[in-house]
């Protein structure tokens, strides 16, 4: 399960939640500045939705997404942690492998957990 830190109590969760990104083009390319996201397709949309979600991570976005859903004076309604899910969902193709093999993991063990205690 995830600490309040944000970090697994357990190695073994993160062992078998390792997801499975297509990364054949960041091997190709090698591309630099892209910690969050890239566009794996050469287009024009993919390249601008990749630099809005890197824009969102550098401000630490994803890391308030994780902290908002584990904070335990404040509990989360469904309704936003529903949100939070369909965001990373729509925005999966383009998240960069390193990315995704640390942050998911992490959001998939704090929504199992605040869906476990919620009160609704």
Known sequence: ????KGEF???????ELKCKVEDSYEILR??????YAIARAPS?????YADIINIFGNAGGFDNMIERIIDVENPIEFELLYYFCDILGNCFEILNKTFV???VMKFYVAISACIL???E
């Open 30 to 35: 090698k591309p630099t500045g892209f910690k």
């Open 9 to 15: 109590d357990n190695k073994k969760d993160v062992e």
């Open 117 to 119: 205690k919620g009160t």
């Open 101 to 103: 093999n640390e942050y």
């Open 44 to 48: 024009f949309n993919r390249r601008f």
């Open 1 to 4: 399960m995830l600490s309040k």
